[in-house]
């Protein structure tokens, strides 16, 4: 996860959470990002407001650069809407390479990579991520080698959103792959 973290210490009245949210999302969408979450965290009298944005398609990751403009544009708006009464802390990060898969657009943007799903019935796999659609996911499944760097890749099947219980990105290595027992 890339993060980049400032300390303010700022202003007279605190903005809501809404409105911070809602002002923020505008900024971060004109930039052409997107914007994942916003929260406040509080800690006495301590304040830090954690922004983690995206790109809005595609499957490749926001780059350190990209964050860091990013953050300083967040920072701008801050200084100029003064959000908080106390000192704060902003952490403006990327989702992570083992994010939550939660809707619709994380499963899109996860395409090609593996993830661990749990499902309904409560099966748990670990799969490549082959197609997405409205409706569905293609996974196939993976299977790593004990004592080894190979994984093994099942057929594909198809899964449906409202099987899934809960399903997490996952961090992939390099690796050998044998399909079905065949190398590649």
């Known amino acids: 996860m890339l993060r980049a973290t400032l300390l303010y210490m700022v202003g007279k009245a605190e903005l809501s959470t809404d409105k911070l949210t809602a002002g923020l999302g505008l900024l971060i969408t004109d930039a052409g990002y997107f914007l994942e979450e916003v929260s406040v965290l509080r800690s006495g009298k301590y304040v830090t407001l954690r922004v983690i ?73 670990t799969a490549r991520i082959t197609a997405v659609t409205d409706a569905y996911l293609t996974v196939v499944p993976v299977t790593k080698v004990p004592k080894s760097n190979k994984i093994i890749l099942g057929a594909a099947i198809d899964i449906k959103f409202e099987e899934i219980k809960r399903a997490r990105q996952q961090v992939e290595l390099g690796q050998l792959v044998e399909v079905l027992g065949q190398e590649e």
Do not use: M, W
């Open 53 to 125: 944005v995206d790109l809005c398609a595609g499957t490749e990751v926001i780059s350190s650069d990209e964050l860091d403009q990013l953050t300083g544009k967040i920072s701008t708006y801050l200084d100029e809407h003064d959000p908080f009464t106390a000192p704060y802390v902003l952490e403006v990060s990327s989702p992570g390479a083992e994010r939550k898969l939660k809707t619709l657009r994380h499963y899109q943007r996860a395409l090609g990579r593996i993830a661990e799903l749990k499902l309904n019935s409560g099966e748990k796999l």
